[in-house]
């Protein structure tokens, strides 16, 4: 996961592209996030969609997103606007959900 903006200076997954920036969420964890909110009331995407969407299994999609809101919620307040509501409703998906 990349978190792009104000960067630690130490090795994280947060790098500084420009100082005083907003983090932003990569677009492919974006896409992912996203890809994960919208199957969450199904019970979740199965090994079919998120393989042929990420190339992962089901369990490896589940495994990054809970990665991604953990490493984002801390940084909350620095994101803007439409990451910052993304990863609030990331953050309230049901773990018991998670499949694998």
């Not at 492919?28 to 996203?34: C, E, K, M, P």
């Not at 890809?35 to 079919?48: K, R, S, Y």
């Amino acid at each position: 996961m990349t978190i792009v903006g104000r960067g630690t200076g130490t090795a994280s997954p947060v790098r500084d592209i420009h100082p005083a920036t907003v983090r932003h969420i990569d677009c492919f964890d974006r896409h992912l996030l996203t890809f994960v909110l919208t199957w969450a009331p199904f019970g979740g995407p199965d090994d079919e969609d998120t393989f042929s969407r990420f190339g992962l299994p089901s369990n490896s999609v589940w495994d990054r997103f809970y990665r991604i809101v953990e490493a984002a919620e801390p940084h909350l307040g620095e994101f803007d606007d439409a990451d910052a509501d993304l990863i609030r409703r990331a953050s309230s998906v049901d773990r018991t959900r998670r499949i694998g």
